[in-house]
């Protein structure tokens, strides 16, 4: 007696040591979160897509010439505004870029040119007149320099050429207001009237506005700036009948982080309302939902906390999935919870635990092998992904294991376990031989039709929510400026400026082939906007020529009392100084700098049609490389798929060698079986309802293999137990509510993931009494 006494008391010493140890790590989880999102003035909340991409680790240049695009690309944001009657459109415009700059959301809004910004781009480019030249100038100044002079007699005949006689006095051979124009038309096809850039279409007038964002499109702050450009818009909407179109970054964004705000609502919300309404129906107590609902919180703590303290912030996208959570760490609530409720008044805390023990255990440790094989693979996402959902289950369990055989020492009400004669039948249809055998077969015979029909795609699109509104106004913006943003891009190195700028102009031979032959649209490269000062001295070279040999020509022909001189003095334009002007603003993105100790630039390609043939030009040329980051990252995902097929085979591998070390072969195969035909009839399902699978439906291969285990581990350990088979009816449940509602998500791959998990977790609850051994009890 004294024995049995001594080893209580040292049961309940440790009991209460263990539940102490984990309620100070708790609090350390705690103390860590709120300095993580209290003490900071930065969201630690990511929403930035990119950030769940790994970087290029192979071709550092490209990885940050494609980060210098797409971060000038990212802070800007377009307005195009247009009225029924063209007198208001200017006050309409006015009214807009006034309104714009009051938000304090912008660093600068440029809507009305100024007269000294005007003056400004004139200058600069007055300045250096004598050695910028277009193509078209420069080789009929080498080739027919006497046609400049009819040329000028066309101009000066053309009623609408606007030439006068200042400009001719400065500009005898006009060759400034051809390259003016060039310049002009490779920005936009917007030009300057009444001091806004305007453009005509179908009889109506567009004005541009464009502006730049203070904080990055993808903080809070900034995507919160959305709401009040709205209201400003219908207030001119309201005021002068205006419409406007509006395009950036922050707009999709915005769009993203409320369309997951969404989903983390509705899927937390209805997940919880079901956990709940559950508890209610089959535990009728306030206690085992109170416990429930203590597991899932401590999981997330310890799942934000440590997510947040090793990547810095915790991205949208894993609290997405974070959410779905809950239906998988309530499994270890739902286990112990059933087990008290079926002992009745001769409920044993301490014996109730070590009855699940290894059943939890076991499911924990094959739920993390699944998990944890995704932090081995240099993929931000996936990584934050398996550590937030392991940790998260690791507190779940801990908090089962260290704190109920306390706080649920009390026996429940002694009482039928609901629903027990539908248990009982169910498990009979079990016993019988042909449910064993046929039903995992017709499972499989259904899949076997979608399967055949199964086809990936892996663009990294499928990522974000691309709503059909923002989509339309993006493409008539591009439609109306010419000009459109691309993932497509040539980046170029050199060992310095000069060299860069002649290696840029050597390359335009090849760009202009490509888009005479329909290769591509066009393209936008620095080369178009400044020349290298070896171009720039022949340029002169030519212009000083022409003045020798066609001044007198010319001033014969026009009857000037005075010949046109040249006394200009060579004043070469570095590419440093040229990104130093107001004027290289809307290009200087194209310029990526130094690395490495050499500098590069990007060439955007525009509607690239045949990718092949630039591709292969890129391969054959040492510092040329062809980068088209949706493309890269797609192949990525494709690899990845493939990889997480491998990590799926070697994390059933493990578990099967673990099952069988335990149960043997034949019913360590009884037990994995369920959660392998779920998996097939997950990707089946998906296919079947025209979803195009990707890396996340191999995800979800990951997540039922975890989750499906747990149920048959639990009937391998406590075989023909109708409190068993109750607990994983709830679990399946819950967890068939947080994921399901998963396949409501607006984005594809969201959506396809939830419809995957779904269907799955159905077919492993439906085939998890396989696992009973029939054997063991007959004996």
């Not at 559950?278 to 429930?292: D, E, G, I, M, N």
């Not at 059909?468 to 060992?495: C, D, N, R, Y």
């Not at 990707?683 to 990951?702: D, E, R």
């Not at 293999?705 to 406590?718: Q, R, S, V, W």
Request: hydrophobic share 45%; net charge neutral.
């Amino acid at each position: 007696m004294l024995n049995k006494h001594n080893s209580a008391s040292n049961s309940g010493f440790s009991s209460k040591l263990i539940a102490y140890s984990w309620l100070g790590i708790v609090l350390l989880f705690l103390a860590l979160l709120a300095q993580q999102w209290l003490g900071t003035a930065h969201s630690p909340i990511e929403t930035n897509i990119l950030k769940l991409l790994p970087k290029n680790q192979q071709n550092p240049v490209a990885e940050q010439a494609f980060e210098s695009v797409s971060n000038n690309m990212s802070d800007k944001v377009v307005f195009v505004i247009t009225t029924p009657e063209q007198e208001q459109l200017t006050q309409a415009a006015t009214k807009l870029s006034q309104s714009l700059t009051q938000t304090q959301l912008f660093n600068e809004v440029t809507g009305q040119i100024g007269a000294e910004q005007q003056s400004q781009w004139a200058k600069y480019y007055f300045e250096h007149r004598f050695q910028q030249l277009t193509p078209a100038q420069r080789q009929q100044l080498s080739e027919q320099p006497q046609a400049q002079v009819q040329n000028v007699l066309q101009s000066l005949y053309n009623p609408f050429s606007g030439v006068t006689g200042q400009e001719l006095s400065n500009d005898p051979f006009l060759l400034f207001r051809d390259y003016l124009s060039n310049v002009s038309q490779k920005n936009s096809a917007f030009v300057l009237k009444d001091n806004f850039l305007t453009v005509e279409q179908d009889g109506q007038s567009y004005i541009l506005i464009t502006a730049t964002l203070k904080d990055s499109p993808y903080s809070l702050t900034a995507q919160q700036g959305v709401r009040q450009i709205e209201e400003i818009e219908q207030g001119l909407k309201q005021n002068y009948q205006a419409t406007i179109y509006h395009t950036g970054v922050l707009f999709y964004a915005e769009f993203g982080t409320q369309s997951a705000k969404s989903e983390i609502s509705t899927i937390g919300l209805f997940s919880l309302l079901g956990v709940i309404a559950l508890f209610v129906f089959v535990f009728r107590s306030v206690t085992p939902l109170s416990l429930a609902l203590l597991s899932i919180s401590v999981g997330l703590i310890a799942a934000l906390s440590v997510t947040t303290w090793l990547f810095g912030t915790v991205h949208l996208f894993s609290l997405v999935f974070g959410a779905s959570l809950i239906g998988v760490s309530i499994d270890y609530a739902f286990h112990y919870l059933t087990e008290r409720l079926a002992a009745g008044d001769k409920w044993n805390s301490q014996q109730g635990l070590k009855h699940i023990f290894s059943a939890i255990t076991m499911g924990l440790v094959t739920s993390l092998i699944g998990y944890l094989g995704m932090l081995i693979a240099p993929f931000p996402g996936l990584q934050q992904l398996a550590l937030f959902s392991s940790v998260g289950l690791i507190g779940a369990y801990a908090t089962v294991v260290a704190w109920y055989p306390i706080l649920a020492a009390k026996p429940s009400q002694s009482r039928p376990l609901p629903g027990l004669s539908l248990w009982q039948a169910w498990l009979t249809v079990w016993a019988k031989p042909s449910t064993r055998i046929g039903l995992p077969v017709a499972c499989l015979m259904m899949s076997a039709w979608p399967l055949s029909q199964l086809h990936y795609d892996d663009d990294i699109r499928q990522l974000q929510a691309m709503p059909e509104q923002l989509k339309q106004q993006e493409s008539f913006i591009t439609q109306l400026s010419g000009l459109q943003s691309s993932q497509q891009m040539l980046v170029v190195t050199a060992p310095n400026d000069e060299a860069l700028m002649q290696r840029l102009e050597s390359l335009s031979v090849t760009l202009d082939t490509w888009k005479t032959n329909g290769s591509m649209k066009g393209y936008q490269s620095l080369s178009q906007y400044l020349t290298s000062t070896k171009t720039q001295q022949s340029d002169f070279a030519l212009i000083k020529q022409l003045y020798a040999s066609q001044a007198a020509p010319l001033a014969h022909t026009l009857g000037l009392a005075t010949q046109p001189s040249f006394d200009a003095d060579f004043s070469p334009i570095s590419l440093h100084s040229y990104l130093q002007q107001t004027v290289s603003e809307p290009v200087r993105f194209l310029y990526v700098g130094n690395i490495d100790g050499q500098v590069a630039s990007v060439i955007m390609l525009n509607e690239l049609t045949k990718p092949a043939i630039v591709k292969a030009f890129a391969n054959g040329e040492s510092d040329v490389s062809y980068l088209n980051k949706a493309e890269e990252i797609s192949a990525l995902f494709a690899d990845y798929r493939v990889k997480v097929m491998e990590l799926l085979v070697l994390a059933l591998s493990v578990i099967a060698a673990l099952l069988f070390k335990r149960y043997g072969l034949r019913h360590g195969c009884l037990i994995l079986l369920p959660s392998v035909i779920a998996c097939v009839a997950g990707l089946a399902t998906a296919s079947a309802l025209g979803s195009t699978l990707n890396l996340f439906n191999l995800l979800a291969l990951i997540l039922i293999i975890g989750i499906g285990i747990d149920y048959t581990l639990f009937f391998a350990e406590k075989a023909r137990s109708h409190s068993t088979l109750l607990a994983i009816t709830l679990s399946a449940m819950t967890t068939l509510l947080s994921f399901g509602l998963l396949a409501l998500s607006q984005t594809h791959a969201i959506h396809s993931f939830g419809i995957t998990v779904l269907s799955g977790i159905f077919v492993a609850w439906l085939l998890s009494p396989l696992a009973i051994n029939s054997r063991m009890e007959k004996s």
